[in-house]
């Protein structure tokens, strides 16, 4: 989509068609139960590795499909959309944004290579690990293990869902 287009309107921002699922997936990161019982930190840096590694699960399953391929980059987009209006939010200016959108960006493609790596070898022991390199957690003794569950059982309801049921913000039982 070219700027002019989005300025003068005369088509639809591709993005808007994920949006569900991106507030689905915010909706999903924000649950009390990766927090609670999980032991995902409740910190500023704990919710963005949250979000984080929710974002790239989510993109896996996404990647898995052919068509769903164009759709993970949408939602990669929603995910730095939301990243920097959050840091403008909090009052971050332009020099230091950008440094820290590429970092994030290098997180995330990170997560979604090692849970690739780790989601395929079908062993949570190696999941666990993944969390335990790569979240800040409130119980480092039983959260890498909790929160490797968490994200198994999530990822087997990401591939019972049709991409149909993913683009409304749905996901299966």
């Known amino acids: 989509m070219t700027f002019l287009s989005r300025l003068l309107g005369t088509q639809r921002d591709p993005r808007e068609k994920w949006r569900p699922l991106w507030h689905r997936l915010v909706g999903a990161a924000r649950e009390e139960h990766w927090y609670a019982q999980r032991g995902a930190a409740d910190t500023l840096d704990g919710r963005f ?3 984080s590694m929710l974002t790239a699960l989510f993109m896996l399953r996404l990647e898995a499909e052919p068509e769903g ?3 993970a980059a949408r ?3 929603l995910f730095v959309e939301d990243m920097e209006g959050q840091m403008r939010e909090a009052g971050i200016g332009d020099p230091t944004v950008g440094k820290l959108m590429g970092r994030m960006m ?9 849970l690739r790596d780790a989601l395929a070898r079908e062993d949570d022991a190696e999941l666990a690990g993944v969390v ?9 003794e ?5 929160m490797a569950q968490g994200l198994r059982a999530l990822h087997a309801r990401l591939t019972r869902t049709d991409i149909a049921m993913l683009e409304r913000g749905e996901i299966a039982e």
């Open 132 to 140: 335990r390199r790569n979240m800040h957690l409130s119980d480092e």
């Open 49 to 51: 590795d949250m979000i």
């Open 106 to 114: 290098a997180t995330l493609g990170g997560r979604a290579g090692t």
């Open 142 to 146: 039983n959260g890498p293990d909790a």
């Open 69 to 71: 391929v164009p759709a």
């Open 75 to 77: 939602l990669t987009e």
